[in-house]
């Protein structure tokens, strides 16, 4: 038996360590451990909540939109308020911008190299490379010119040197699959992907005041004002420019991002069957159409055991069925809870309780939540699947088209089932960014319609009653589910809680001692070299770990952890 530690895991958010036991070749036991410890709650209460999102957002540098949003929704649960149509819309397009920049930074930039080796891509034939991207797509940067220009450039690299950007990667590895001139067409991907998503940045930037954090949301709406006669404000001038960037990002998002998914998936068809780990998958709605948030573009649900005629769907925010489902467990985390067992947000405790990594008792920074006291995998895999067993038409088009691409490359039938793996969450990953990418154009079509009515109406004004409100708000963020629950007390924050998507997937053992998602699809994944634990990464960075959502930072040896002096 051989002890292999990954510490920390590197191209993700945050510091996450991972451990596994190796025999044989495979792994055979695994353990996923947050290394920071997260204090927001702390800080939160005794506040106005009409200040938490401002300060939830600020959990993370990358999840930055998605706590604002999700923080705004959990207080207006608790007050039961209305938001005017138009924020709806404006919120929505910020929500689905975010996300698809999240989901192509996510592929090219944290991933791909697990599944490209960028040396090789030295060996290849520029020529032969275009020919190959030009017979995928019609994307118009495939040409011989791109294909030349990506290989001069990456052999300028290696001559001055160093590799820059693609420096300490496992190339050559032998789990590395793809010839040259897929290498190369990859990397030239890669580079263009770094231009691309600036266009999903500027819509987050015309609609939120700036990225990564957003200064436009409020409880209530949002503060953008709308109006066609002034330049200070969201003018349909603004909003032309937006419908620039989305044709901008559905060209790359249908002719590259989903292309080259596929053609990795069929490269590595032996990864449909690695990497499943828990198969309950748990997802909220989401893009609301409605002031009551109970019509959706994103329908959501929980699916058990992979079966998707399990299905049950979460209708609204506030379901019910959402509210009552969630608890969190700290058996193995390093926290205490005053009472025994898990705890439902509600009644969650934040008391840090370090005792160094003991692997039969805590090693993590994470607690473990649990949908009705099952384990569940949350993000883009279980939003697809979900979204499939829901009937979501655009969902099933790209899932079907992507398929049948994965089938054609790979000469072999592929079906819905190699969705259960690793490679299965990149597919998910494009297929949902596909259907975000139209649901960009919907709301920006929606939004212009409603002004067209005459409603320019953005905020409606909350009121704190006395005595205690209770709250919750969701979002499907880009790595899943994230929920904030907030408890308020004549006016002020009482509890507040985060369930944050890398604290389902990244969890340690629960109060039951079963896995969480990273340490279950890590199980009895083959290895081939124990000094380069390739394998472990790939189906680690499929989930896309955001460390410090689930965790923060705190500092036991000295009082202040940082200081700050203006001179």
Not at 60 to 71: K, Q
Not at 199 to 215: C, D, E, F, M, R
Not at 322 to 337: A, C, D
Not at 384 to 395: I, K, Q, R, S
Request: net charge neutral; with cysteine; glycine share 8%.
């Amino acid at each position: 038996m051989t002890r292999i530690t990954i510490d920390p895991i590197t191209r993700i958010e945050g510091h996450l360590r991972v451990d596994v036991d190796v025999d044989g070749g495979r792994v055979k036991k695994a353990w996923s451990s947050g290394q920071m410890w997260r204090g927001v709650e702390l800080i939160l209460l005794g506040r106005d909540p009409r200040d938490a999102w401002a300060i939830t957002q600020r959990i993370c540098g990358v999840c930055t939109t998605v706590h604002a949003i999700t923080s705004v929704r959990a207080v207006e649960n608790a007050l039961q308020m209305e938001v005017p149509l138009n924020a709806q819309f404006i919120r929505n397009l910020i929500i689905l911008a975010h996300s698809v920049h999240d989901h192509i930074v996510h592929f090219y930039h944290l991933s791909a190299l697990d599944w490209v080796d960028v040396t090789s891509a030295l060996k290849a034939d520029p020529d032969k490379a275009a020919i190959l991207g030009e017979s995928l797509s019609s994307w118009s940067l495939n040409n011989k010119h791109e294909m030349r220009k990506t290989h001069e450039r990456l052999k300028n690299f290696v001559n001055g040197g160093q590799l820059g950007i693609f420096s300490n990667g496992y190339w050559g590895h032998p789990a590395m699959k793809l010839s040259p001139e897929v290498n190369l067409m990859a990397v030239a991907h890669y580079l263009q992907a770094l231009e691309i998503q600036r266009h999903a940045n500027k819509i987050v930037s015309i609609l939120g005041g700036k990225t990564p954090h957003i200064q436009n949301v409020a409880v209530g709406g949002v503060a953008n004002p709308i109006a066609t006669d002034s330049q200070a404000v969201l003018t349909v001038e603004r909003l032309l420019a937006i419908k620039t960037f989305i044709d901008g990002l559905n060209d790359f998002v249908k002719n590259v991002y989903l292309v080259d998914v596929a053609a990795v998936g069929a490269f590595y068809a032996d990864w449909t069957k690695i990497g499943a780990g828990v198969t309950n998958y748990l997802a909220v709605p989401d893009i609301p159409l409605d002031t009551k948030g109970t019509q959706f573009a994103m329908p959501g649900g929980f699916i058990e055991a992979g079966n998707l005629g399990s299905y049950k769907p979460i209708t609204k925010f506030g379901d019910e069925y959402w509210t009552k489902g969630v608890e969190e467990s700290v058996k193995h985390s390093w926290y205490n809870y005053d009472a025994k067992g898990p705890l439902h947000p509600y009644q969650g405790e934040t008391k840090p309780n370090y005792t160094d990594f003991k692997e039969d008792a805590k090693y993590s920074w994470l607690k473990s939540p649990t949908f009705y006291g099952k384990v569940a995998q949350v993000g883009p895999l279980a939003r697809v699947l979900n979204m499939l067993a829901a009937g979501h038409e655009p969902t099933k088009k790209y899932a079907t088209a992507t398929l049948d691409t994965v089938s054609t490359l790979a000469k072999t039938k592929v079906g819905l089932d190699a969705m259960h793996s690793t490679i299965g969450r990149h597919a998910a990953r494009a297929i949902s960014c596909a259907v975000q990418v139209d649901m960009l154009a919907d709301q920006w079509s929606l939004l212009l319609s409603n002004i067209g009515k005459g409603d320019t109406k953005t905020f409606n004004k909350p009121t704190f009653p006395k005595g205690e409100q209770m709250g919750v708000g969701f979002h499907e963020a880009p790595r899943g589910a994230l929920s904030h629950w907030v408890v308020i007390a004549d006016g002020k924050i009482k509890n507040y809680q985060c369930v944050v998507p890398s604290t389902w997937n990244a969890c340690p053992r629960n109060e039951k001692d079963e896995p969480g998602p990273y340490e279950a699809s890590l199980m009895n994944t083959p290895i081939a070299e124990t000094e380069k634990p390739l394998e472990v990464l790939r189906t680690i960075h499929s989930f896309d770990p955001c460390i410090a959502c689930a965790i923060h930072l705190t500092d036991k040896e000295n009082d202040t952890t940082i200081s700050v002096k203006a001179f």
